[in-house]
Nanobody
Framework: QVQLVESGGGLVQAGGSLRLSCAAS????????MGWFRQAPGKEREFVAA????????PYADSVKGRFTISRDNAKNTVYLQMNSLKPEDAAVYYC????????????????WGQGTQVTVSS
C-alpha cells in the first residue's frame, strides 16, 4: 500500500501561481508513474499531467500546456505541480495519483490516490 498526501492548494488570484506537492508514504520505484488529476464541481475528474521516473516528455492536458509543469524528486518520493498563469477555470480539487507502470492519462489506470487539495482561483 502507498499513501499519497497532497499539499499546497489554496486561494489565488487569476494570473497567480501555486505549487502543489504530493508525498508518497514509501519509496517510489522506477516502475512508478505519478500523475495529477483535477475535479471541478459538477464535472468529471480529468487528467492534468503525469511523470515517469526519468521525468522525460511528461504528457499534459491541452488546457494546461505551457502553464503547468510537473516534476518529481525521487529521493524525496515527491511529485510537484507548478501552476502558473492560473485561470478561474483551473479551480478544482487536485488529486495526486500513482500507478505501477508506464505513463498513462486515464483515471482507471492509476492504483493509488491522495485525498485531494482544493485550488480556488478568483477572477
Amino acid at each position: 500500500q502507498v499513501q499519497l498526501v497532497e499539499s499546497g492548494g489554496g486561494l489565488v488570484q487569476a494570473g497567480g501561481s501555486l505549487r502543489l506537492s504530493c508525498a508518497a508514504s514509501r519509496r517510489t520505484y522506477s516502475t512508478y508513474t505519478m500523475g495529477w488529476f483535477r475535479q471541478a464541481p459538477g464535472k468529471e475528474r480529468e487528467f492534468v499531467a503525469a511523470i515517469n521516473w526519468s521525468g522525460t516528455y511528461p504528457p499534459y492536458a491541452d488546457s494546461v500546456k505551457g502553464r503547468f509543469t510537473i516534476s518529481r524528486d525521487n529521493a524525496k518520493n515527491t511529485v510537484y505541480l507548478q501552476m502558473n498563469s492560473l485561470k478561474p477555470e483551473d479551480a478544482a480539487v487536485y488529486y495526486c495519483a500513482l500507478r505501477v507502470g508506464r505513463l498513462a492519462q486515464t483515471e482507471s489506470e492509476y492504483d493509488y490516490w491522495g485525498q485531494g487539495t482544493q485550488v480556488t482561483v478568483s477572477s
